[in-house]
């Protein structure tokens, strides 16, 4: 589903215009990645979790030489599911 499908969706199910319901998203959104650089985790019952995860440095490959080169450390954002919603989809 993309944003503005879903926008549709909330707009339609609150009676609100599109532009109001994609304000709302919007926020959200803002509101999660704001709290992800802060370095929280954000929590929605029922739903799942967003956090940031580091991912150490490593070694690989370069695929055109195949020389080793270094992978410097990185930050990554990642969702993790609940236990309800993991449910629901695989009991469709």
């Known amino acids: 589903m993309s944003k503005r499908a879903l926008a549709l ?13 994609k304000a709302m998203i919007n926020i959200v959104a803002d509101g999660i990645g704001q709290s992800l650089l802060s370095g929280e985790s954000v929590s929605i ?28 450390a990185t930050k990554k954002a990642c969702f993790i599911q609940s236990k309800s919603l993991k449910d629901k989809i695989n009991n469709v």
């Open 9 to 21: 969706l909330i707009g339609r199910r609150n009676n609100i215009s599109y532009a109001q319901a």
């Open 45 to 72: 019952n029922g739903w799942g979790r967003f956090c940031v995860i580091e991912k150490g440095q490593r070694i690989g490959r370069h695929p055109q030489t195949g020389e080793s080169i270094i992978i410097p």
